[in-house]
Structures are given as structure tokens and as C-alpha cells.
């Protein structure tokens, strides 16, 4: 996988320059994968891409007739098909490191994206599961979490650095940058949950494939939570992305519980009253996450 050769490629530099000339790299990398691609999907990490990435591989396969084992990666559904688009699923987390343009999404500018956004507490606490279960050393470094062997409580990740302040950053500087960008639709994972077809009809819509709603049925039953779990816990996909890092632990799993809210099970109400408050003061509006208001 190319994620390893950057791994092993850096190695020979000392560990002050390791990281950050990785992270340069990665970011020219981006900018020409970006350059190529027909569609951007934008998202921070455990936000549903995954789901989404597994909906948009069948809408695929059943439409040109491809094979089911692998997923969508960039480009090798273009090199089987040249009607299928080239589609860069990203979380934007090193192109700045190339560009020096900070949050800004110029380099977006004549692209097509789908922003696909979840409630950040949600996302933090996944991140959280993330980063103790499947996150290996390398990227915990690459991407400044802290030591995944240390004694971070729930708590202390989600209000920490590497938990809910990165995530409303993320969401913030892209509501920021859309007017800069060509098109763009923003998904929203709980309304994805509420009404998968109607939501994967627009998406489809966006990246041009006519879907019928018999179609659109059969690739939500295929992507169920329950038929992705199978799939990890019997490894039946070709790709890494959807292999659990431990079958005996379901919190090593890609797809853990997909629950709308879910951060509401590991806090208790003190802790809930400052996350919500956290995300009401700096969480833009227009996501429409914040928690009601009282009268």
C-alpha cells in the first residue's frame, strides 16, 4: 500500500524532520490526485466515508457490471471502466502542508465535492476508538494524536486537542471555503441514517449516475451496518479499509455501531453539558449540530 512506502520511505531522516517532510509529501501527492479527480469526497476521519465509500462501489459495480470484491480507490474503477469519474475520498490533512494556504480551500477551487459532515462529539468519540484500536504508531505520530498507550480517559481525548477542537476546526474552515469551491453538496450523516435512499439518490444525482430507486434499495440493504460487520469479521473485502484490526474486540472494527448520538453513552451529564456547550459556542450554525437553546 502506498501509505507504507511513505512510511518506510522517511525513515532515514532524523525523527525532528521525519514527520513533517512526510507530511509535505503526502500533501504534493494530494494536490496531484486532486488535479486528476472528477469528484472530491471531503471528510474528517469517522465521519462515515467508509459507508459512503461502500454505497458508491456498488452503485458502481451494479451499474457497469464490475466486479464486488474491491472497493473504490481513486482510480481503479476508471482504469476498468473510463465512464466511471476518478473520485479522491480525503480528509484534507496534508495538502496545507504542501500549499501553505492554511485552511483556505483554493486548491478546491474548480473541483466538485460532497462534504460529508457527522455530529463532531459523535466523530471524537469514534476517533477515540480509532486511535486506541486501529491507529498504528506511525500515523499517531504523523498526525500529532498523543501516545495511544497512555491513560486518556474518553473524557480527556474528546475535550483535548486531537479530539473535539480539531474536528469543529475541520468543519469550520470547509463551511468557510464551499463558496470557493466549483460545486458542492454537504451530506450529513444523520440524515443519511434517517433516510439512506433518498439521501444516496442525491448523492448519486451529484456524481451523475442515474440510479433507479430499486437500485438505490438493493446498495443500502448491501451496506447495512449488519452485512458491513459480516464483512469485516469474515474479511470478504480486498480492502484494508473494512478488515477489523482485532475480530475478538468489536471496538477494533471499521464499522463499530454507526449510532446517531452515540457519545452520549460513554459521559455523564456534567461532561454532556460541557461538550454541547463546547460545540454551541464554536461550531458554525449552518451544520445545524448545536443543542437547542433553552426559552
Same mark, same amino acid.
Request: proline share 5%; net charge neutral.
Given at each position: ?9 522517511? *525513515? ?11 507530511? =509535505? ?12 479527480? @472528477? ?7 469517522? !465521519? ?32 476498468? +471502466?473510463? !465512464? ?8 484534507? #490533512?496534508? %495538502? ?9 480551500? =483554493?486548491?478546491?477551487? #474548480? ?6 459532515? =457527522?455530529?463532531?462529539? @459523535? ?37 483535548? !486537542?486531537?479530539?473535539?477542537? *480539531?474536528?469543529?476546526?475541520?468543519? #469550520? ?33 451529484? %456524481? ?18 449488519? #452485512?458491513?460487520? *459480516? ?14 484490526? @482485532?475480530?475478538?474486540?468489536? +471496538? ?31 461550531? +458554525? ?11
Amino acid at each position: 500500500m502506498l501509505q507504507r512506502v511513505f512510511e518506510h520511505a522517511f *525513515k532515514v531522516l532524523p525523527v525532528d524532520r521525519r514527520y513533517t517532510a512526510e507530511r =509535505r509529501v503526502r500533501g504534493w501527492f494530494d494536490l496531484q490526485r486532486l488535479k486528476q479527480a @472528477d469528484f472530491i469526497v471531503a471528510s474528517f476521519g469517522k !465521519s462515515g466515508r467508509t459507508w459512503v465509500r461502500v454505497m458508491v462501489s456498488r452503485l458502481y459495480q451494479l451499474e457497469k457490471g464490475l466486479a464486488e470484491g474491491s472497493l473504490l480507490e481513486f482510480s481503479n474503477y476508471h482504469r476498468l +471502466d473510463p !465512464s466511471v469519474p476518478k473520485i479522491l475520498f480525503t480528509h484534507d #490533512n496534508y %495538502l496545507r502542508d504542501y500549499t501553505r494556504d492554511g485552511g483556505s480551500k =483554493r486548491a478546491y477551487r #474548480n473541483e466538485r465535492v460532497v462534504l460529508l459532515v =457527522r455530529h463532531p462529539a @459523535d466523530v471524537a468519540m469514534s476517533q477515540y476508538f480509532q486511535w486506541k484500536h486501529r491507529m498504528r504508531p506511525h500515523k499517531v505520530a504523523l498526525n500529532q494524536y498523543p501516545p495511544a498507550n497512555g491513560a486518556l480517559s474518553p473524557f480527556e481525548f474528546m475535550m483535548g !486537542s486531537s479530539g473535539l477542537p *480539531k474536528v469543529i476546526e475541520f468543519m #469550520n474552515e470547509w463551511i468557510r471555503g464551499v463558496d470557493e469551491v466549483r460545486d458542492a453538496m454537504i451530506l450529513r450523516y444523520e440524515d443519511m441514517r434517517a433516510d439512506t435512499v433518498k439521501e444516496l439518490g442525491r448523492l448519486a444525482r451529484f %456524481l451523475g449516475i442515474e440510479a433507479e430507486p430499486e437500485m438505490l434499495e438493493e446498495v443500502v440493504e448491501y451496506a447495512s451496518v449488519e #452485512n458491513m460487520k *459480516k464483512r469485516e469479521a469474515e474479511a470478504q473485502s480486498d480492502s484494508d479499509r473494512l478488515r477489523a484490526a @482485532d475480530p475478538d474486540n468489536p +471496538d477494533s472494527f471499521k464499522t463499530r455501531r454507526a449510532k446517531v448520538g452515540g457519545y452520549h453513552d460513554y459521559f455523564d451529564a456534567e461532561q454532556i453539558r460541557q461538550i454541547e456547550q463546547q460545540i454551541a459556542d464554536t461550531l +458554525d450554525k449552518r451544520f445545524g449540530y448545536a443543542p437547542p437553546q433553552p426559552d
